[in-house]
């Protein structure tokens, strides 16, 4: 059943978003770009090699996936709650769910998780800072 | 603390950096030849393998960690490392990708990008890594990221500056820029945004000695366009070498004039007295003594000016 579920959504997102299967889809905070066609699969944002014309450091054919991402998150009629997740710290992908169904792991909340450290570092208890 | 640090979080005053060269062989030896030349004039100097012996040389190191080449354990092991024997500058860098290097064959990794290694960073210095096991007690460390102020989408630039702000970064060293107008609006942005003070932003500049160092930059470093004009400024000097430091030097001040900024890094490529000239035209007085005020690896090699 795992697997007939991340089939459909392969056969679904394969074509549309170009979906590399991480398993834990923000697509809708990127505007509706998937991060993972960008060469470094960078989650937050444009490196700094981005060429004149807006194209990939690596691909010079391919127009920057996180240029793209901004340009749709302006202009499309996105949800504003989905806009406003553009700018979150997305964190780093848990690689264990490489081809798994992201749409299953939305449901069961498995996407959201990360390891404890991650979790306790807020932005709230980094501003705060330690001091020793 | 770092003289880095303190200087930054503390004072008013304009700091300068360094790119450290590469060492190529006869490791110690040469690095204490660029130590020597770097000794007094900067309150750190970049790194990564290096940062170590830069340490014990008497020379401040900024630790630059990139997410090309490894993964988030060894990411960490790195910090750990370092820390161990008194780094506490750290830098995280998303890094050029490998296919802009010289074996463009390797794989690239890419296991974190660079807002992430902030917050990565931020977690350690909090005493624990990424798993939640507790480190104890935790490293001191200073934390910095990089941006480059003219790569596209320029209006998104400062939101990133943000973003590596929550996540943790204290300074952010910028990429060569030789687009004028690009760095006042992004400097204009950091401010207007309400980040100066929050996060010290320190440009970068470039020491070369003509225009063929201007066209490998404008042609093969991912992220730097130089405009035609600039080279052919100093292609059709009657002398190149001093035409290209004083293009240094006006891209030096003008950067130093721009708000939210709090000092300068400087690249040197040209190896010879203008490193000097470029710190005394700035106002920079050589340190006559270590101003390290953590160096505690110290052993005989260390430099004494």
Known sequence: MTTFIATIEHVVKGPVWGCQDCGQCVLHSTGMTCPMNCPKTLRNGPCGGVRENGHCEVKPEMKCVWLKAYDRTQDWPLPSSWKDEYNHLRPPVDNRLKGTSSWKNFFTKRDRWTPTGWKNSTDESVAQGVDH | ?305
């Open chain 2, 1 to 305: 603390m770092s003289t880095l640090e303190h200087k930054l979080m503390n004072t008013t005053e304009t700091v300068f950096t360094a790119e450290f060269h590469s060492l190529d062989g006869n490791g110690l030896e040469k690095a204490k030849k660029y130590a020597d030349r770097f000794q007094g004039w900067f309150d750190g100097v970049s790194n990564v393998a290096t940062a170590i012996a830069i340490k014990q040389l008497g020379l401040e190191p900024i630790l630059q960690i990139v997410c090309r080449d490894k993964n988030r354990l060894a990411q960490q092991a790195d910090i750990m490392g370092a820390s161990m024997f008194g780094v506490e500058n750290f830098v995280a860098l998303t890094g050029d990708d490998v296919t802009a290097g010289d074996e463009p064959e390797a794989r690239r990794v890419f296991d974190t990008d660079g807002p992430q290694l902030v917050r990565l960073m931020s977690t350690i210095k909090r005493g624990e890594y990424m798993s939640g096991r507790k480190i104890d007690p935790a490293p001191h460390m200073f934390i910095g990221a990089v941006e480059n102020p003219a790569a596209p989408p320029f209006e998104y630039r400062v939101q990133r500056v943000a973003k590596k702000y929550a996540a943790g970064a204290k300074f952010l060293q910028l990429q060569i820029c030789y687009h004028q107008d690009r760095l006042e609006k992004f400097c204009a942005g950091v401010r207007d945004a309400g980040l100066a003070g929050k996060i010290a932003i320190i440009p970068t500049v470039v020491l070369v000695k003509g225009a063929r160092p201007l066209n490998f930059m404008h042609n093969s470093v991912p992220g730097i366009d130089v405009p035609s004009d600039q080279i052919a400024r100093v292609e059709s000097a009657a002398n190149p070498a001093e035409e290209a430091y004083l293009q240094t030097l006006e891209f030096a001040q003008h950067a130093l004039a721009q708000p939210a900024v709090r000092g300068l890094h400087i690249t040197d490529f040209r190896n010879d007295e203008t490193l000097e000239r470029l710190m005394t035209d700035l106002g920079r007085v050589r340190q006559t003594t270590n101003s390290s005020t953590t160096n505690e690896v110290k052993d005989d090699h260390a430099y004494s000016a």
